[in-house]
């Protein structure tokens, strides 16, 4: 006989749009970021790095503030926008894994424990590209937060500063500019390195999900959509 299967919701509107608006922005993000790393390569002139490392940061500024929210609501939401039923820190957590290796692949309404520690990962990594992509573009073409600190901070006349430039030595102390840039190597290198880190996630995140949707037939594509997960009866 088989399994009859109900309507169940499971996502709020909240967690749909940071989910799709996190996906587009780092879409986004990586497109750019792969033309940036390679502008040699496509010989793209000083103004058109300025533009897209503009781009970038403005697409990065977007990123953020949906994780900011996102955050805000683990705290204060409800449901499955909580932490606690999406993170893998909830107590019994290591129970609840050993518990979910030994059975057979089945339908969860919330993530599984391996899709908690996969969101888990994510989250970790996205917080690290958004806090060192913050602090290269303040230092990089002195966007906020931390660009009129980083301005100031090499401007041979501090009173203008608005003459410092992206890609320009006016108004630049040459021995402040290179102590900078020393600074926010070990940020570049990071950044760099959780790039690929986060893309290699997203692939294994995306090769998950479409594994789960061909063995459990529960709905987790659409329901990213839609907000129900078709599910048996007990995970209601």
């Known amino acids: 006989m088989s399994e009859i299967l109900i309507s169940t919701f499971v996502w709020s509107k909240k967690i749909r749009v940071f ?16 033309f940036i790393l390679n502008a040699k390569t496509f010989g793209v002139s000083t103004d058109g790095k300025i533009l897209l490392k503009t781009i970038h940061t403005l697409a990065g500024y977007v990123f953020v503030t949906n994780l900011f929210i996102r955050a805000l609501f683990g705290f204060i939401g409800k449901g499955y926008e909580k932490w606690g039923k999406t993170l893998a820190f909830n107590k019994g957590f290591i129970a609840e894994l050993k518990r ?16 908690k520690l996969m969101i ?4 970790l990594f996205m917080l690290i590209q958004g806090i060192t992509g913050l602090v290269i573009a303040g230092t990089d073409i002195y966007y906020p937060p931390f660009g009129q600190h980083f301005a100031t901070s090499i401007a041979i006349d501090k009173n203008q500063v608005e003459l410092i430039k992206p890609y320009s030595k006016d108004n630049v102390d040459e021995q402040a500019y290179k102590a900078m840039r020393e600074l926010r190597t ?35 594509i659409s329901a990213m959509f839609s907000g129900y997960k078709h599910l048996p009866k007990d995970k209601e």
């Open 19 to 34: 989910h799709w608006l996190n996906a587009l922005s780092i879409l986004t993000l990586i497109v750019l970021g792969l």
């Open 100 to 115: 979910h290796s030994s059975e057979p692949l089945k339908a969860s309404k919330g993530h599984n424990p391996f899709g």
């Open 120 to 123: 888990t990962a994510l989250y």
């Open 186 to 220: 070990p940020f570049i290198k990071t950044h760099v390195f959780s790039f690929y880190v986060l893309t290699s996630l997203l692939l294994l995140h995306i090769l998950a999900v479409i594994i789960m949707e061909l063995k459990t037939r529960n709905s987790i």
